[in-house]
């Protein structure tokens, strides 16, 4: 079926059935490889994107519930105020190690900082605890965190 | 993509490679490049004397360096970079010897070609592991390197009718300090490819490296904030389908 969605900014009609994952569509269909795929099930926070500005697991949003919504993923988390000052941090601070989880930890990140440009340690605990990083750069991502809050 | 199946039965003892064994095949060969530009092939070293004495000789080359008319140094990589830093740490090994800034130095992955980039010490299958990546590139890659900057220096002394040994190399010019004449290494890049490849180069002193040992940022870093970065799952080869299993939603379910 015909579905039109919006992604960062564009609308995009593609023809998938209803209740295709979000992801599959952003990295099979539109070829926007950016959001990774890594579990699946909503466990491991790879495939975060912006739904209306709110982190969500695009692995597990079927694309027929999206309707209205604005998608914005890492291919344009660069264009938004708090994006900006996140990447800038992660390259301060050199985060990134194989950087496989990263679009998404930027994500989270990323949706954290415009909704609370100031987070306490337990804020960036409770919005980042979904996004599962195997080299372990957790301490740097919690200090470019603090970094680009403190840029604002 | 580290083999561990593979990497556990490497045979024989691994051995550094020695300066006897570079100078025993020929590493570099240089050809005028589609664009006009400098092509340096390089053989990068077996690690290991068995795999080495089996075909040596056939071992088609398996990385690249191109100098565009641009400037730009282009280093065809076929170890992947997985977090362990070889997409800084081997531009830096390149870099030192040709005497160039680290963010002139970029790195493409080699395409799928067995026959061209293959591993010789996982059997000829094009995998990275071993933690051999860096350890086979310290000389030949700074080889490389010298290489062309020895090229470029006598392709600036043939124009300017000098001895080449009154020049030097920095920052991607090369320079004759009597005169205080430069010309960038992207105005001779045409002319290097037809120089002669120099048998021997003299690789520096490690009392004179300016880049390596030094702290670097990752090159691979800015792609890996903004999603540009190409990884496996995101290689679409022409005409590749995209398939997934079709799971029984119910255990012991059947067809």
């Known amino acids: 079926m015909a579905i039109t969605i919006k992604v960062n900014g564009i609308d995009r009609t593609i023809d998938v059935d209803g209740d295709t994952p979000l992801l599959w569509v952003l990295r099979d269909v539109l070829g926007m490889t950016g959001t990774k795929f890594g579990c699946g099930m909503a466990l491991c926070g790879a495939c975060t994107v912006h739904v209306d500005g709110a982190a969500s697991r695009s692995c597990v949003t079927p694309v027929d519930s999206i309707g209205k919504s604005e998608i914005t993923t890492i291919e344009a988390i660069g264009g938004t105020a708090a994006g900006a000052r996140i990447q800038k941090a992660w390259l301060d601070r050199e ?58 | 993509m580290i083999l561990d199946h593979l990497t556990s039965g490497a045979a024989g003892p691994i051995q550094s490679p020695s300066t006897s064994d ?44 191109r100098i565009g008319g641009d400037g730009q140094i282009i280093l065809t990589m076929p170890y992947v970079e997985m977090g362990q830093g070889t997409y800084t740490s081997i531009p830096m090994l390149i870099a030192e010897e040709l005497e160039v800034d680290l963010k002139q130095v970029r790195l493409e992955h080699a395409p799928p070609n067995e026959k061209l980039y293959g591993n010789p010490l996982f059997g000829g299958i094009q995998a990275t592991g071993n933690s051999n990546a860096i350890r086979a590139a310290w000389q030949p890659l700074r080889q490389a390197g010298a290489t062309a900057r020895t090229m470029l220096i006598a392709a600036a002394a043939k124009r300017w009718n000098i001895d080449p040994a009154s020049c030097r190399a920095e920052s991607g010019e090369v320079l004759h300090p009597p005169t205080g004449r430069t010309i960038k290494y992207a105005e001779l890049a045409a002319a290097a490819a037809r120089m002669p490849v120099p048998e021997r180069v003299v690789l520096k002193r490690p009392e004179d490296f300016k880049l390596i040992g030094t702290p670097a940022k990752r090159l691979d870093a ?14 679409r080869p022409p005409g590749v389908k995209i398939a997934t299993l079709a799971q029984s939603p119910v255990f012991g379910g059947r067809a």
Not at chain 1, 98 to 125: E, K, R
Request: with cysteine.
């Open chain 2, 22 to 65: 570079l100078s025993r095949r020929s590493f570099l060969q240089a050809g005028a490049a589609a664009g006009g530009g400098l092509m340096l092939s390089l053989n990068l070293p077996l690690a290991n004397r068995e795999v080495e004495a089996a075909g040596a000789d056939e071992l088609a080359p398996n990385a690249f360096i």
């Open chain 1, 95 to 152: 985060v990134v190690q194989c950087g496989y989880c990263q679009s998404g930890q930027i994500m989270s990140a990323s949706a954290l900082l415009a909704s609370n440009p100031h987070p306490t340690d337990a804020d960036i605990d409770d919005a980042m605890s979904g996004n599962i990083c195997r080299c372990g750069t957790y301490v740097r991502i919690r200090d470019a965190i603090k970094q680009a809050a403190q840029s604002n």
């Open chain 2, 222 to 235: 800015p792609s890996k904030v903004n999603g540009t970065a190409v990884y496996g799952i995101d290689v």
